[in-house]
């Protein structure tokens, strides 16, 4: 098991011109990592909709890929998204979801999941049609597979078991040190557009 920096990290170090869309419990800290114009902070609205927003993107820019780092509580949220990105008639080819499971609802309070050590995030993306899916609990061999997943055509499921943590709720302001947490939700959104387009 590793913790969520250094996945991020990793992640980080492998990302070219990908859009990444970061949600609850992983923004601030991938904020503090990366500071590119094709990050996006999935956080203002419902939660557990990263993973829909990502592969809508996904679907719209095929030519550009997509990296969703969601929470395992997120995931739990809209498991429904699994089973849609399998069942289009176009596969998602350019659509990449990691999983960061810690086993709570994190910035809520740390509540457990439900479903415990008995709950299988790579079962369940099998059950729902996906056909590339990995789990990693160890940086070294992330580090050394994420290169080739991500030369990969997708969708892809990557499950992170990572430690637990305690990150506060994630909330956008004018002052904070996240320079994608400054904006509204739609402000948020037409720079993405905007950096999509250019």
């Not at 939660?47 to 890929?65: E, T, V, Y």
Request: hydrophobic fraction near 40%; glycine fraction near 8%; include cysteine.
């Amino acid at each position: 098991m590793f913790n969520k920096e250094e996945c991020l990290k990793i992640i980080a170090k492998h990302r070219a011109d990908e859009v990444v869309v970061a949600t609850m419990g992983v923004t601030v800290p991938w904020g503090q990592i990366s500071d590119h114009p094709l990050d996006y902070a999935s956080v203002g609205s419902a939660m557990g909709h990263a993973a829909d927003f990502g592969l809508g993107i996904a679907l719209a820019r095929p030519d550009k890929k997509v990296l969703v780092l969601n929470g395992d509580g997120s995931m739990l949220m809209c498991l429904g998204t699994l089973a849609t990105v399998t069942a289009l008639n176009k596969p998602a080819h350019n659509f990449y979801l990691f999983v960061c499971e810690n086993g709570s609802y994190e910035v809520t309070g740390n509540q457990p999941t439900p479903g415990g050590q008995n709950f299988s995030f790579t079962t369940i993306a099998r059950g729902a049609g996906f056909e590339k899916f990995y789990e990693f609990d160890d940086p070294n061999s992330l580090d050394a597979s994420l290169p080739s997943i991500l030369a990969e055509a997708g969708p892809t499921l990557i499950n992170l078991k990572i430690a637990l943590a305690n990150e506060p709720p994630p909330t956008r302001s004018a002052e904070h040190a996240v320079r994608f947490l400054r904006g509204t939700l739609a402000e948020s959104t037409h720079e993405l557009r905007e950096a999509l387009n250019a």
